[in-house]
């Protein structure tokens, strides 16, 4: 088992331990102290705006009101007007940093990986996927307390994973492991079953995920396709996917940071790196979010080196980023052009997911204008 932190506080005047879970990594909380049905929402406002975290003990379903009430305080609190959509972003990670901070106080104690609160559900299948079935641990530890939101977030995947999201290209369903992106937006899987293949028969997919470009690509006619990802946990959950929808024969998975190891090539790369270059706070933020452009700039500068003669790699990329004001058109194109890569052809489709219509966001301004595009790159001549 790989070793966690371990938490430690008073209760009815005895010291307690136990094993300490953060998704995010985030150390154990230094002040703990005991809640339950009786605690009032405005109290352990204070309490967690403080830094003071809570252990429940008392109803499940009221651990879960008490939490709610908390976020509604938290998202109450007024902040001032942006000047340009570039604060407005900003302001907008500033604040759920601080909403995730807060909302994380509520701590919840784990049995085996049981929760034994009044009205608890199961939750046991759901911390197992989580915590095991991704190798973090080779098993759940007899005492383990983390917040009531990561174990909330833990049972929605659970949930989610399940059952699965419908892929029109596939015809079937994609099931995301908890902690890996789900591909809940179609628009950029319509780009990628629609795109010209000009007769080839093998590709990478540079950031499997839940492996969903790879089983669209195999369904389209290539023979050989080779996924990657950084994530055992990604792996582990591509894995499944392609089991589940009988392709084994044609792809294959290896953990590598970008490209495979090796001299290996392939008529076609595909990557859909994180659209925002920006700090990711949390794990499941990498998909979101690539620091600097740092995968980005990566998989330009090595594609050509990876790419059979005659072939092409498909970058799939929105262009968010340039509305908020973190990275420019003309910065994108210079970035192509040095990599020793040209455009072939822009393939765009603008967005359907909800966020995009939806003018209470902060970023709606930006989300409204936003196009995703699959862009055809060849090595320069």
């Known amino acids: ?66 939490l709610q009430a908390i976020t509604r305080r938290v998202d109450r609190k007024p902040h001032k007007p942006a000047e340009t959509m570039l604060e407005a972003f900003h302001q907008h990670r500033a604040r759920q940093i601080q909403r995730a901070n807060i909302t ?41 307390v983390l917040s009531l939101r990561e174990l909330l977030g833990m049972i929605g995947a659970h949930e989610w994973r399940k059952k699965g999201v419908f892929i029109d290209a596939l015809q079937a369903n994609i099931h995301a ?27 990478f997919d540079i950031g499997t995920g839940t492996g969903v470009i790879a089983a669209i690509l195999v369904t389209r006619g290539i023979k050989k ?9 990604a792996l582990n959950c591509a894995a499944d996917n392609i089991k589940q929808l ?16 090796g001299s290996k090539k392939a008529d076609l790369i595909v990557c859909n790196p994180p659209w925002l270059p920006a700090k990711a706070n949390a794990p499941i933020e990498h998909a979101i979010y ?45 970035w192509i052009a040095d990599a020793g890569l040209t455009v072939l052809e822009k393939l765009d489709i603008a967005p359907r997911h909800a966020k995009s219509s939806d003018q209470s966001d902060p970023l709606y301004e930006a989300r409204v204008l936003e196009i995703t595009s699959l862009y055809r790159l060849k090595e320069k001549v």
């Not at 002040?31 to 003990?57: H, P």
């Not at 690539?290 to 500068?301: C, E, I, R, T, V």
């Not at 005659?310 to 003309?330: F, K, P, V």
Request: charged letters at 25%; a negative charge.
């Open 1 to 66: 088992m790989n070793a966690l932190s371990t938490l430690a506080w008073q209760e009815k005047n005895k010291p307690q331990q136990a094993d300490w879970q953060s998704e995010a990594g985030n150390p154990p909380p230094k002040t703990i102290v005991i809640a339950d049905d009786t605690t009032k929402a405005d109290e352990a406002y204070k309490l967690a705006c403080e830094g003071t975290a809570m252990l429940y003990r008392g109803d499940f379903q009221n651990a879960k009101q008490l």
């Open 104 to 144: 994380n106080k509520i701590l919840i104690e784990l049995q085996h990986g049981k929760c034994d609160l009044k009205r608890a559900p199961e939750v046991k299948e759901a911390v197992e996927g989580a915590l095991i079935i991704n190798t973090k641990l080779d098993k759940v530890p007899a005492k383990l």
């Open 177 to 203: 492991h908890y902690g890996v992106y789900s591909p809940v937006r179609g628009e950029y899987l319509e780009l990628i079953n629609n795109a010209p293949l000009n007769d080839a028969k093998t590709a």
């Open 225 to 233: 396709v080779l996924g990657t990802d950084n994530s055992v946990r």
């Open 246 to 261: 009988g392709l084994m024969p044609y792809i294959e998975l290896e953990q590598a940071n970008l490209f495979p190891s």
């Open 290 to 334: 690539d620091p600097n452009s740092q995968m980005l700039k990566g998989f330009l500068n090595g594609v050509k080196h990876h790419l059979n003669e005659g072939g092409e790699a498909w970058l799939i990329m929105s262009d968010l980023a340039e509305h908020i004001g973190l990275r420019s058109q003309e910065e994108l194109q210079k």
